[in-house]
């Protein structure tokens, strides 16, 4: 995809969603990464509904540790692949509360020091706490990334490395927001929703006027 098509289409996106916000649930650091942690394989909607019910009660690393294993699961057991996340989660709490007084690093070296915390979960943290230019590499980002012609890859990080690749520096802030929401609402898996695609013109998908 050439420079200018990129531009044009991530201007159409910012045209249509000027700030786009992560849609989980959080009001604090440390609440954002155990979020981000929860939501693997699970939807932000079940997330949110298990971290209303969390947050109240424990929002610190501190206040994780003291709820323990198995107190913390009585939380988020509606969660998929919650007794992993519950171990990931504290191992990280303990981490955070010995290493780096409770508080929630800022480089991607000391984020995957952390249970739980891979490359795409370091990813969202940088890019939504602290505004650094990374994308994490969803399936919805590497279905949008493939399909249009964006950056095509055949693993996360080569879409990822192509995405940080073509992308204006003045739409990265927020270009992972775009295009997670773009292929969770309209690039969708099945049936793509092609007729009310902002970005149709510049998407170079060979199959588009078939779907809609």
């Given at each position: 995809m050439s420079r200018a098509r990129v531009t044009r289409l991530f201007a159409k996106l910012q045209t249509d969603n000027p700030q786009p916000v992560t849609e989980l649930n959080y009001t604090s650091d440390l609440e954002l990464l155990l979020a981000v942690i929860l939501s693997a394989q699970a939807t932000d909607v079940g997330?949110?509904?298990?971290?209303?019910?969390l947050y109240p009660v424990a929002n610190t690393a501190q206040a994780i540790l003291d709820l323990g294993e198995d107190g913390l699961k009585q939380y988020i057991?509606?969660?998929?692949?919650?007794?992993?996340?519950?171990?990931?989660?504290?191992?990280?709490?303990?981490?955070?509360?010995?290493?780096?007084d409770g508080l929630v690093p800022d480089t991607r070296e000391a984020l995957e020091r952390l249970p739980g915390v891979g490359r795409k979960t370091a990813n969202v943290v940088l890019n939504v706490l602290f505004g650094k230019p990374t994308i994490a590499v969803d399936t919805h980002i590497f279905r949008v990334g493939n399909r249009t012609g964006l950056a095509p890859g055949k693993t996360p990080l080569a879409v990822e490395k192509g995405l940080v690749k073509v992308i204006?520096?003045?739409?990265?802030?927020?270009?992972?927001?775009?295009?997670?929401?773009?292929?969770?609402?309209?690039?969708t898996a099945r049936k793509p929703k092609c007729h009310l695609c902002p970005i149709y013109d510049e998407c170079l998908w060979a199959e588009k006027n078939s779907a809609c």
């Amino acid at each position: 995809m050439s420079r200018a098509r990129v531009t044009r289409l991530f201007a159409k996106l910012q045209t249509d969603n000027p700030q786009p916000v992560t849609e989980l649930n959080y009001t604090s650091d440390l609440e954002l990464l155990l979020a981000v942690i929860l939501s693997a394989q699970a939807t932000d909607v079940g997330v949110n509904k298990a971290t209303a019910k969390l947050y109240p009660v424990a929002n610190t690393a501190q206040a994780i540790l003291d709820l323990g294993e198995d107190g913390l699961k009585q939380y988020i057991s509606s969660i998929g692949l919650y007794n992993s996340k519950a171990k990931n989660i504290i191992k990280t709490c303990a981490i955070l509360v010995h290493e780096h007084d409770g508080l929630v690093p800022d480089t991607r070296e000391a984020l995957e020091r952390l249970p739980g915390v891979g490359r795409k979960t370091a990813n969202v943290v940088l890019n939504v706490l602290f505004g650094k230019p990374t994308i994490a590499v969803d399936t919805h980002i590497f279905r949008v990334g493939n399909r249009t012609g964006l950056a095509p890859g055949k693993t996360p990080l080569a879409v990822e490395k192509g995405l940080v690749k073509v992308i204006p520096k003045k739409f990265m802030e927020h270009a992972h927001h775009w295009l997670v929401l773009h292929g969770r609402y309209i690039c969708t898996a099945r049936k793509p929703k092609c007729h009310l695609c902002p970005i149709y013109d510049e998407c170079l998908w060979a199959e588009k006027n078939s779907a809609c």
